[in-house]
Structure formats: C-alpha cells, structure tokens
C-alpha cells in the first residue's frame, strides 16, 4: 500500500523534530531577551474577517475552506495580519509600544514553485505603536541576535523602502520579484546608504545602522519589493551569504491595523525556520 501526504506539507520523525524544537529555542529566548511576549492566533479564521488586511498576493494563495454551516474560513496564511487584528480587536487598551512574538506554522500555496513548501513554519516578532526608524533598527538587531545565537555569522540584510518602487506596473513589480532584470529593464541600485539619501525616514534609519556593527552586513537595495502588499515604508530581507536563500524578512505596516479599526504604526519581522533549519545543519 502506498501512503501518501499532500504536496508541500512534511512528516517531522524525531531528530527532524528534536532539531526544529532546538532551533525555536534559541529564537525564543533571544525574542524573550529583547522583551517580546509569545502570542498565538488561531490557525483557522474567517475569509472575511482576514481578507480587509490580505492583498491580491495572499488572496491568490491562501488555503481556504468551509465550515460545516458554509461559512468560508482561511488557514493562517500570514502572521501579520491575524496579530494586527487580534491587537485591535483585543488589546486596544495595552500600553504602547505593544512587543510580541509567535513560532506557528503559516498555510500558503506558492506560486512559483509547485515544490515549495505549502505549510511554512515561521518564527518572528511585531513591535506595534512606534513611528520612529528606532522600530526598525530593533528589529534588524533582533534578526542579527538570533542568528549569531544560532551561530549563522555569514548573512548580510537588504534593506529598502516601498518608495523605491512605488508606480511600477505590476508587470514591473512581478519581473522584480522574480529577479528578471531583462524584463525589468534594467538592474536596480544595491549599495552603500548613500541611496538612502532622498527618503527621510530610511535615512535616520541608515544613520543609525551605519553607527552600529550593522554597517558591515547591511546593503541598500532600491529594487527590493515585496508580493505583500500592507507595507507602507521601511523593508528589509536577511539572506545566507553562502546559499542566498532569504532567513528573514519583514518591514512597516503603518496602515494595516487601521483596516481593524485602531490606527497605530508598526513593524515586523519572521524567519522561515525551515531554512534556518537547513543552515544549521551545515553549520
């Protein structure tokens, strides 16, 4: 008898298991040192609740189902936009800045590889009610903690803004994400802070990388873009300088808990621990 599992989903037999569980620990306790509590949302949420908050690129992929009355639910296809809206719903009256964690699984299918993982495990932090670039120079440090505490020295941060490619036609935005500078129609600048020149809050953000042992890893980037579309300033990614697979990435969302009902500024990040898996095994 042949037994199989759907596509993109994967069985954890107990050294897979015991290594993941080692590698949330070391997450877990750098996100605790830097003083963000653990939340968890619920796996399964109603579409039209989570749909105010999701783009075209997250409503192409979510995994969705009804429920036996035929109410139409989503599998948690992100982390961001079910945080936002329990934070608004729930914790509108909590002091700010609001510092969480979460370490669950998001349910997406890629569509750019049929092969790519449909269940995603992901580790990573919201600071919610900051304006200033401070958010998300934390973050950045945040992101760098944990893999030195992991003991992944070799990675380097992109980081860039949704100005840079504000405008661009979507089949512009789609040849950037797919990496096709041919289609694109040229190769976008990636260097030092100098091109963060002309956008104000990324360049009180450079300032202060530029002042810290970030400096070293950090590249500017100004056709870094994301297939998500809340992001409203400030983004970033965090890549293995051996296998170039992104770790890590996340930025501002200044407008999505406003699509909830309470106005506030944010940012975040997460790391897709099946990669930091693979990476700490070559360590």
């Not at 993982?117 to 903690?145: K, T």
Request: charged share 25%; with cysteine.
């Amino acid at each position: 008898m042949t037994v199989v599992i759907p596509q993109g989903v994967n069985d954890y037999v107990p050294d897979d298991a015991k290594h993941t569980y080692t590698v949330l620990d070391t997450i877990r306790a750098v996100f605790k040192k830097w003083g963000y509590d653990l939340v968890r949302t619920p796996t399964l949420e109603y579409y039209d609740t989570l749909s105010v908050g999701m783009g075209p690129a997250i409503k192409d992929n979510a995994v969705r189902l009804f429920d036996r009355d035929g109410a139409l639910l989503v599998m948690r296809p992100d982390h961001t936009i079910p945080v936002a809206r329990m934070v608004a719903t729930r914790m509108k009256e909590a002091p700010l800045p609001l510092k969480l964690s979460y370490q669950a699984p998001i349910f997406r299918y890629n569509s750019r590889q049929a092969d790519d993982d449909m269940d995603v495990f992901q580790a990573g932090v919201e600071l919610i009610g900051d304006a200033s670039s401070n958010a998300e120079f934390e973050l950045m440090q945040v992101c760098a903690d944990v893999l030195s505490a992991l003991g992944i020295n070799d990675f380097g941060i992109d980081l860039g803004h949704v100005a840079f490619t504000q405008g661009l036609s979507d089949e512009k935005r789609e040849a950037l994400l797919a990496g096709d500078y041919v289609s694109f129609g040229s190769i976008p600048k990636r260097g030092s802070a100098k091109l963060a020149s002309e956008i104000d809050d990324l360049l009180a953000l450079s300032k202060q990388v530029s002042a810290s042992p970030l400096s070293e890893r950090v590249f500017y980037n100004q056709g870094l873009v994301k297939g998500i579309h809340y992001y409203s300033g400030a983004i970033f990614e965090c890549y293995s300088s051996e296998t170039k697979q992104c770790l890590a990435s996340g930025g501002r969302y200044d407008r999505l808990l406003g699509k909830f009902g309470y106005e506030c500024p944010a940012v975040g990040f997460a790391f897709n621990v099946s990669q930091l898996e693979r990476l700490c095994r070559r360590v």
